[in-house]
Structures are given as structure tokens and as C-alpha cells.
């Protein structure tokens, strides 16, 4: 089952996670200090909620983290990226990097506005998150979209990264 990913940057996550209860009618899957996700049945959805206060800023500015496809395997992931380098896009590739209280595979793109999208599959649960708190491996680019920290990242001339190690999640 492939389902969509929204992750959005919120400023009261408790108020954010009684909303979103109340709209799909479902309690998070997952609960932690500063994150909660929600697996909707219907329609097929990862909702992810990110306490970030500081991005958020007034309104719906700043409301997007990331968005992503869920996917079943790490063959899926494979294919995804194959399938997206074959079309002429820039891929980062992230294997077993933990992410949003996993461990992922995952690629990522950016579209021409600089939006992050990742195609992943969660491995197995992990005790902590490596992009809350600090930088988290993770930095923006001067357009603003997310890219990792790291010497061994690669970027194309508009800033999209196209390799990197599994250092950590990129939001």
C-alpha cells in the first residue's frame, strides 16, 4: 500500500494533533516531544506534524515541511529512484537513516520551486528523531529548500542536492 505524506510545521502541536484528530477522525500512530504522525485509512495518508514554531511563522507561511510517498519496501525506494534519475531528475538517495522516529530508505527531489518530496519506506521504529532539535543534519539552500549538511554532498547548480550519505533526514 503506497499512501501520500503532508508534513507540516506547526507551532502548538497539542492543539495542532487535536485538529487533526478531530478532521480524520483517527488518534497519531506515533507520538513523541515535538512530533506526532497519523496513519489516515481514508483517503490513504501519512499526515506528519512537526512542533517548529520558528518556521511556521503567522498564518499559512511557512506551514509545508515536506511532502512524500510511503511505500512498502526498500525495492520500491530503488525503483523510485531509478524511475526518477531515469526522468532527468536530481535524486539524494538516504539509506537506513533515521528520520521522523524510524529508520528509512528513501530519495529525495525537489520540484522547480525548491519543494522537498521524498519516496520512502519505514525499516523499523527508533527511539529518536535526527532532524528535531538542532540542525539535524539538515540546512536550507538559499531558495530555502531543504538539503543535508555534509562534505560528501554533491549539488547542482540550482542548489538541489545529488548525493549524499545517510547522515542524517532531511525534512
Known amino acids: 500500500m503506497s499512501r501520500l505524506q503532508l508534513a507540516l510545521n506547526v507551532s502548538d502541536l497539542d492543539g495542532a494533533v487535536d485538529f487533526y484528530s478531530k478532521l480524520f477522525g483517527v488518534q497519531p500512530a506515533k507520538r513523541r516531544p515535538g512530533y506526532a504522525n497519523f496513519a489516515v485509512a481514508q483517503p490513504p495518508l501519512k499526515l506528519v506534524l512537526i512542533e517548529n514554531a520558528g ?92 538539503v543535508p549538511t555534509g562534505a560528501d554532498v554533491e549539488f547542482t547548480g540550482a542548489g538541489v542536492p545529488v548525493a549524499a550519505s545517510s547522515a542524517g533526514c532531511c525534512p
Not at 528520520?99 to 521504529?125: I, N, R, S
Open 55 to 146: 518556521a511556521r511563522g503567522a498564518g499559512v507561511v511557512g506551514a509545508l515541511n515536506h511532502l512524500g510517498v510511503e511505500v512498502e519496501s526498500p525495492a520500491e525506494v530503488a525503483g523510485a529512484t531509478q524511475r526518477l534519475t531515469g526522468e532527468g531528475l536530481d535524486t539524494l538517495t538516504q539509506d537506513n537513516t533515521t528520520c521522523c522516529y524510524a529508520v528509512q530508505d528513501k530519495v529525495w527531489v525537489h520540484d522547480p520551486d525548491g519543494a522537498p518530496w521524498e519516496v520512502y519506506t519505514v525499516l523499523a521504529d527508533a527511539a529518536d528523531s535526527s532532524e528535531l532539535g538542532g540542525d539535524g543534519g539538515c540546512t536550507t539552500d538559499a531558495g530555502g529548500a531543504c
